[in-house]
């Protein structure tokens, strides 16, 4: 069965800790993998697509890697405003997007 | 420009009540999409459509009736809900229904008293 899961559940950094979230994997058929962060009472704001293993994205502070198995979302010297819950979703062979539970982070300044 | 707007922001009802929310976008993406939300879930998908059709219906009670009057409009229309229904409402797009990105607008917090 496809499933999609996230860890860890909650990460609590200081301002300025660097640190991975995870989001592993068991998928038929690959499409794509979507990473998206949301903010209380918002909707997901969409942050990276990736496609086949090996391939990386980076925006600002945020960079995201992907293997067969799994992906990573890198946070560098994070600040407080990115406290948000990170969204990781995967497409299957037949184009289903599938959730995971998501990782909420928070940033003390 | 990546926004898809909803209307409206908030919205309470009681269960006798029929309401509508509303979804536009203006990047010309064929597919758009309706997503309930409950508290510390992820989105949660209800129905698809794809070039003004529907494409799945995820066994969604009839209480909730989808509507797209055009390629850039989606409707939800609402009637005799539950109070279980609350929750966060979330309409999205994207180019199609194959491996692209979906945009989400804002959410309907919608409350069923």
């Known amino acids: 069965e496809d499933q999609v899961t996230q860890s860890p559940e909650a990460l609590r950094l200081q301002e300025g800790e660097s640190s991975s979230l995870n989001c592993s994997y068991t998928?038929?058929?690959?499409?794509?993998l979507f990473w998206y962060r949301q903010d209380p009472g918002k909707g997901p704001e969409f942050l990276f697509t990736?496609?086949?293993?090996?391939e990386e994205k980076e925006k600002e502070r945020l960079k995201a890697t992907l293997t067969k198995k799994e992906s990573f979302l890198h946070i560098t010297a994070p600040k407080p405003e990115d406290s948000a819950t990170y969204l990781c979703?995967?497409?299957?062979?037949?184009?289903?997007?599938?959730w995971g539970a998501g990782t909420k982070l928070i940033i003390k300044p | 420009d990546t926004e898809v707007t909803q209307t409206p922001k908030h919205l309470v009802m009681g269960m006798t009540n029929k309401k509508s929310l509303k979804c536009e976008q203006h990047?010309?993406?064929?597919?758009m999409y309706w997503y309930k939300q409950k508290a510390k879930k992820p989105p949660e998908l209800m129905f698809v459509?794809?070039?003004?059709?529907?494409?799945i219906n995820e066994s969604v009670p009839s209480r909730f009736s989808p509507e797209c009057p055009n390629s850039s409009l989606l409707n939800l229309h609402l009637h005799a809900l539950q109070p279980e229904d609350s929750a966060l409402y979330l309409c999205?797009?994207?180019?199609?229904?194959?491996?692209?990105?979906?945009?989400f607008g804002p959410g309907t917090r919608l409350t069923v008293t």
């Open positions: 999205a797009s994207s180019l199609g229904t194959g491996p692209y990105e979906q945009y």
């Open positions: 990047m010309g993406h064929r597919a």
């Open positions: 459509y794809s070039y003004e059709k529907l494409s």
């Open positions: 998928v038929s058929g690959l499409r794509g």
């Open positions: 990736l496609y086949s293993a090996g």
């Open positions: 979703a995967v497409m299957d062979s037949n184009y289903q997007l599938i």
